[in-house]
């Protein structure tokens, strides 16, 4: 996912392709109303039940009956950090608290 508005393709399929640099390819996706489409499939209103046992969440249908939200315990490395800011791929509701705040932050808090 890009945030800002320029970015350049570099790969093999390019007349201007550098090999000295990575591969780059860009696909745009034109999607709308996905709010609307996401409130048309079907969402959890009834029997929750937690279980122990082994699911393989790729072998689950799109269309099942039954659907699954995981909890997990995961690892994932500082170093990926920054080439992850414009799409965090392990986002997490957590209170942060002023001293971790940037200097620019702290003035503008109080």
């Known amino acids: 996912m890009i945030s ?3 970015t ?3 790969n093999a399929y390019l007349p201007i392709y550098d090999s000295s ?16 489409w996401a ?3 079907n969402l959890p209103t009834h029997g929750f039940s ?3 046992e082994y699911v393989n969440f790729m072998d689950v249908p799109d269309d099942s009956d039954i659907g699954y939200i995981f ?3 995961l690892e994932y490395p500082g170093e990926l ?10 986002p997490e509701k957590i209170e942060v608290s002023v001293s971790v705040l940037k200097i620019l932050l702290k003035n503008l808090v109080f």
């Open 50 to 52: 937690w279980t122990d």
């Open 71 to 73: 909890e997990v315990d």
């Open 21 to 36: 640099l990575p591969n780059i390819y860009i696909i745009h996706l034109d999607a709308n109303d996905l709010y609307g």
């Open 81 to 90: 950090h920054d080439s992850h800011n414009c799409y965090p791929l392990a």
């Open 4 to 6: 800002h508005r320029y």
């Open 39 to 41: 409130m048309s499939q």
């Open 8 to 10: 350049e393709a570099n």
